[in-house]
């Protein structure tokens, strides 16, 4: 997973075919709204509510051209959110690990 996301950060423009994004996405728990309607899909995450950047309910929208590939911009923003969950993640696990302890 870690290593993917490597890639996809360091070469955006390589764009790698959307189903491949899409079982990443969600493979880490996000949902895909494709019903927004066209080439635009709302992608969310319960962990995302309340970050940065992120709307009321953790989401944010990409556009998928030809409703196969994804521009750079896109790819670094899915990236973004797929670190942020991952880091926060780690420490709601560290926070349970140390609640177990005392």
């Given at each position: 997973?870690?290593?993917?996301?490597k890639k996809w950060r360091n070469n955006p423009k390589d764009y790698p075919p959307w189903d491949s994004v899409e079982a990443t996405l969600l493979s880490q728990g996000f949902e895909i709204d494709k019903d927004s309607g066209g080439s635009h899909f709302q992608?969310?995450?319960e962990l995302l509510i309340g970050e940065d950047g992120y709307g009321e309910f953790g989401e944010f929208t990409i556009a998928i051209y030809k409703g196969q590939t994804l521009k750079a911009y896109y790819l670094l923003e899915i990236v973004?959110?797929?670190e942020l969950v991952i880091g926060l993640e780690e420490e709601i696990a560290k926070g349970g690990d140390s609640d177990?302890?005392?």
């Open positions: 997973m870690l290593k993917r996301l992608i969310s995450h973004d959110a797929i177990e302890e005392s």
